[in-house]
């Protein structure tokens, strides 16, 4: 693809692989591609409105979505170690299949429309507020921003080891009350970590705690829950 290429209000059947080579930025504007693979090794800058209804690999790639701008995916993404940017506060993804992350990052200050689901494991730094369900599972996942001002998202801990769900800011507020629930039962392994927060933060409502499974208090030796 050389140093870059844009698409720009143009439809495009894809039948075999579109290829963004590294270093390369392939940008979409009004554009939509269907069919095939879009194998990506740079970068694709969505500046307008754009759907992609491919199968997406990310080899070492990334995706940006520019603010006031919607992404709209057709399969479901595997992040994997990669990262997705969500650069404006109106920068949307919007993926009904979901999305699911190997240790990679949901950055920028933008959202994910309210049919995005999200598994996995890596670092979420958007203030996520929409009515997704998100599942930690096989490993850490980290939110670094306030998540839930307006929105109420269910969260999820799966019953797999080192399931740990994160939270560094404030979950929900006095009158949105996220719901977080641990999927294992006697045998379940999930971790709830609220140690970088004050429980004056905490307003979400525990749900399916049970043995063998812990929430993790910032200076607390022991707690109770209603």
């Known amino acids: 693809n050389g140093p870059g290429a844009t698409l720009h209000d143009i439809i495009v059947t894809n039948t075999g692989t579109l290829s963004i080579d590294h270093g390369a930025t392939l940008t979409l504007s009004g554009a939509t591609i269907n069919g095939g693979t879009v194998q990506d090794y740079g970068t694709i800058d969505v500046t307008g409105n754009s759907t992609i209804d491919s199968h997406i690999s990310l080899a070492g790639g990334q ?19 990669d990262t997705v940017t969500l650069a404006g506060p109106k920068a949307i993804l919007d993926d009904s299949a979901g999305l699911s992350l190997a240790g990679g990052t949901i950055s920028g200050s933008g959202n994910l429309a309210a049919d995005t689901d999200l598994s996995g494991y890596g ?30 998202t269910s969260f999820e801990i799966a019953a797999a080891i080192n399931s740990v ?52 208090v910032h200076n607390a030796a022991s707690a109770s829950l209603d």
């Open 165 to 216: 769900l994160k939270f560094d800011a404030a979950v929900g507020t006095a009158s949105i009350d996220p719901t977080v629930t641990f999927e294992g039962s006697d045998n379940g392994a999930g971790v709830l970590d609220l140690s970088a927060i004050s429980l004056s933060n905490f307003h979400g409502v525990i749900a399916n705690f049970d043995e063998g499974e812990a929430i993790e």
């Open 63 to 81: 995706i940006k979505v520019e603010d006031n701008t919607t992404l709209m995916l057709g399969n479901e993404l595997s992040i994997g170690a």
């Open 123 to 152: 670092t979420v730094s958007i203030s996520l507020d929409s009515a997704d369900l998100v599942t930690a599972n096989a490993g850490t996942l980290e939110f670094t921003k306030a998540v839930d001002g307006t929105t109420v």
